[in-house]
């Protein structure tokens, strides 16, 4: 179920260069290539809005950018600079310089709701867990105002009609893993027509797009739910156990890997309900 390796998820923490202090919320995907501004393309559309003209062909939007300074710098208590970016990976980087807490938001925040405006001021300020959560929430939600990367973009289905693979992975994310597969999960596309098959790759893990796919025959009344569980457990477990290279092959299925499957409450249950019916299953 592992020959792809690999999801990406929104948000973690990095270190922000050449400050020790500093903290920032990043996307994992690329370096970061450009630094601050909103870009607008020029349009009609845009004519009548209060855009500043910073550089050529780099506009930021200064009454919202002046109006979320105000309001972070109340809610931190503290002078802030903050400085709004196009960035494809950091979204959140913070800094002291002297008396000034200097602020890099994606822009994507500079129309936040009041809630996240306060999470944000209680991540910036102390790093906050539960704060940096629901920003990572917001971040998630407005993925797609995040300049595309220029590679392919996936869009993720969790909900199915049957199961909802967003729950599925949280629950085991909390239980297995004490939160940390920073990977997402999409039931994979389904093909056109139906046709029976010799094999069926139930799931597969995409190290490169830290990605899950679950294949989408698996989304039926008839599969009980800790078998999606069993097969997203699988996954899940290939981001996080190693992959050795023995005699020249990448073993995906190590004495380690095996050993943490079996950990897994319905392993059994799993296998034998995977063995009777594997055949109404390659019937697509
Ligand atoms: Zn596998």
Known sequence: MANQAQITFPFMRVHAPRASSAKALALPERPLTRRSAV????????????????????????????????????????????????NRRTMISSNRRGSTLEVRLHHMFLDADVFTVRALARYVKDGDRAASVLVGRFIEAHRQRIAPSGTRQVTLRT????????????????????????????????????????????????????????????????????????????????????????????????EEYRERERAFADYERAIRWEKRVVHRLLRG
Request: proline fraction near 6%; include cysteine.
């Open 39 to 86: 870009r607008v393309p020029e349009g009609p559309d845009q004519a009548s809005l209060p855009f500043a003209r910073a550089t050529p062909r780099l506009f930021v939007h200064e009454g919202a950018r002046q109006l979320l300074e105000k309001r972070l710098a109340s809610l931190i208590g503290d002078n802030v600079s903050l400085s709004v970016t196009d």
């Open 159 to 254: 909900a199915g009609e049957h199961h909802d693979l967003g729950a599925i992975f949280e629950r085991l994310n909390a239980q297995y893993f004490g939160g940390i597969v920073d990977a997402r999960a999409t039931w994979g596309r389904r093909r056109s027509g139906r046709r029976s098959r010799a094999t069926i790759k139930l799931g597969t893990y995409c190290a490169e797009q830290k990605l899950i796919r679950i294949h989408p025959s698996l989304d039926r009344k008839w599969v009980p739910r800790y078998f999606v569980a069993y097969v997203m457990y699988h996954e899940m477990l290939h981001h996080v156990v190693p992959m050795p290279v023995v005699d020249g092959r990448r073993q995906f299925h190590s």
